[in-house]
């Protein structure tokens, strides 16, 4: 089940983040940003994005297996800036991929951005073939690719755009 995300959900929300970052990232990210990575520093970060973002959360009882930011366009804004929706983080428990929860949050997503917004642009690590992967076969275009650094490293993202006029079919199914 889908529902928007709420202050409670914060403690729940920064462990999968954790867990997420930790076995996705571990060959990417510096080990540094990785270690100092807390409950409590996350919780709160949650908690402000609560205030400027939409936070949708896949559940199964009272266990989150999922979860999904987006919003106004935020990052890296002068590269297509045309695209002003955006999706900002997907994450889904990392033992329960392939399992359909990561497609049912982002068409919930996409259903709610195309209210405001014609087109829609997420930013991955070029690094995280899984993911660039997943949002291709979603029918997001990979696009540019810029330069980006994250603590001591010089690590590459990749833009995907979604235009809901030339793929709103997307949605629909």
Not at 23 to 50: G, H, Q, R
Not at 54 to 66: M, R
Not at 84 to 110: P, Q, R, S, W
């Amino acid at each position: 089940m889908i529902r928007e995300g709420i202050e409670n959900d914060a403690e729940k929300i920064a462990k999968l983040k954790i867990e997420n970052y930790k076995k996705t990232y571990i060959d990417i990210f510096p080990n540094d940003l990785l270690n100092d990575m807390t409950i409590e520093k996350e919780m709160k970060k949650y908690i402000k994005c609560l205030e400027n973002r939409k936070v949708l959360i896949y559940y199964d009882e009272d266990k989150i297996l999922g979860y999904i930011y987006y919003g106004k366009r935020k990052n890296h804004k002068e590269v297509l800036p045309e695209y002003n929706g955006e999706i900002y983080a997907i994450y889904v428990d990392i033992n329960l991929t392939n399992k359909g929860i990561g497609t049912k949050l982002i068409k919930a997503a996409l259903n709610d951005l195309v209210k405001e917004y014609k087109k829609v642009i997420l930013w991955c690590m070029s690094e995280n073939l899984e993911a660039m992967k997943f949002y291709k076969s979603r029918n997001f275009v990979q696009s540019k690719e810029i330069k980006v650094k994250i603590g001591d490293k010089n690590l590459c993202e990749s833009a995907f755009i979604f235009n809901f006029e030339e793929v709103n079919k997307f949605t629909r199914n």
